[in-house]
């Protein structure tokens, strides 16, 4: 069982910036795919981001390509979610999950959330 704690979301002002963190309660070095979803009130729960542990390659929703950046510094660092150029479009709950899939971009395909960070973008 891993579990995974975000941090970093708040309230900002449209055009402003935040970053989201993600840790894990034990090493995921058995882990293929990290990723960022978020779901505002009244829709599903969308994807974001993911990194890949393995080769780091990085898929983005087209709605956040050139905005948000998720990186992560080794295996045993922490998530992030560099987000800049937010708009109120932006404001959700967003969750960190980790995947045993190689590519995984459906919430279906992951294993463990956490419980999520609140951002809100003011206009």
């Known amino acids: 069982q891993v579990q995974l704690v975000e941090s970093g979301g708040g309230l900002v002002q449209a055009g402003g910036s935040l970053r989201l963190s993600c840790t894990a309660s034990?090493?995921?070095?058995?882990?293929?795919?990290m990723g960022w979803f978020r779901q505002a009130p009244g829709n599903e729960r969308e994807f974001v981001a993911s990194?890949?542990?393995?080769?780091?390659?990085?898929y983005y929703a087209d709605f956040v390509k050139g905005r948000f950046t998720i990186a992560r510094d080794n295996a045993e660092s922490p998530l992030y979610l560099q987000m800049n150029s937010l708009n109120p479009e932006d404001t959700a709950v967003y969750y960190c999950a980790i995947s045993q899939a190689v590519v995984a971009t459906t919430p279906s395909a992951y294993d463990y959330w956490g419980q999520g960070t609140q951002v809100t973008v003011s206009s």
């Open positions: 034990r090493s995921t070095y058995r882990i293929r795919t």
């Open positions: 990194i890949s542990r393995i080769t780091g390659r990085t």
